[in-house]
């Protein structure tokens, strides 16, 4: 049986051509673990195929959409943005916010955009992750690497390991980032409705999103 193959990039000297590999293996449809500024994640593209492969992966059921993460505004331009949410992305992107925005005309498929007609996004400053998404120039789906009721994998082989239990093969690829520190899970912010609403406190505290948008309704 075939196994995911890890690649090592440890260390602050890798560049572009060294994740060249990993943008090749997700445009022939493979799925990667990579590191990001909270937990490693698993993640493929998003296209209906790439989603359809991560479900499998992680057996998530269909109401639970995955997050995205993406180089900016411009990678989620067909989104809506009312004014509040550019204002937090300015504020607080790269970091460890998620937003919520909606998604009428359909600009991503099913399982990335939520049954309500929303998608989830952020933008992770890790700079292995940000190389990887210039590289790809598209956005890629995020979810912890691990299995169900197991921690979050914290290394590239933890993440490995989540990966073998999952039953994944060659068509996963982990990129061995390092360790990361313990950390807590993005804040996510619903800015689909009249007033950007709070819908998970996390890294990021009320207090502080606050500062930036006085009006932020807590959940």
Request: contains cysteine; glycine residues 28%; proline residues 0%.
């Given at each position: 049986m075939s196994r995911p193959a890890l690649l090592d990039l440890r260390g602050s000297g890798f560049g572009r051509a060294d994740l060249e590999p990993a943008a090749a293996h997700l445009a022939r449809g493979g799925v990667v673990a990579y590191p990001t500024?909270?937990?490693?994640?698993?993640?493929?593209?998003?296209?209906p195929s790439g989603v359809s492969r991560m479900r499998r992966l992680k057996g998530r059921p269909d109401e639970q959409p995955f997050l995205i993460l993406v180089r900016g505004p411009e990678d989620a331009a067909g989104l809506r943005w009312p004014d509040e949410a550019r204002t937090l992305a300015s504020a607080f992107w790269p970091g460890s916010l998620t937003l919520v925005l909606a998604d009428p005309d359909h600009i991503f498929p099913d399982g990335v955009r939520s049954k309500a007609g929303a998608v989830a996004a952020r933008v992770s400053p890790h700079p292995l992750v940000a190389t990887l998404l210039e590289l790809l120039a598209a956005p890629l789906t995020s979810t912890s690497a691990n299995a169900p009721g197991e921690p979050p994998s914290l290394t590239g082989p933890e993440a490995l390991d989540a990966a073998m239990r999952l039953g994944a093969g060659d068509e996963m690829l982990v990129l061995d980032g390092g360790r990361l520190p313990p950390s807590g899970p993005s804040t996510i912010v619903d800015c689909t409705g009249s007033v950007p609403i709070v819908v998970r406190e996390g890294s990021v505290p009320l207090s502080r999103l606050r500062c930036a948008l006085p009006e932020i309704h807590g959940h």
């Open positions: 500024d909270t937990v490693y994640g698993f993640g493929g593209l998003c296209t």
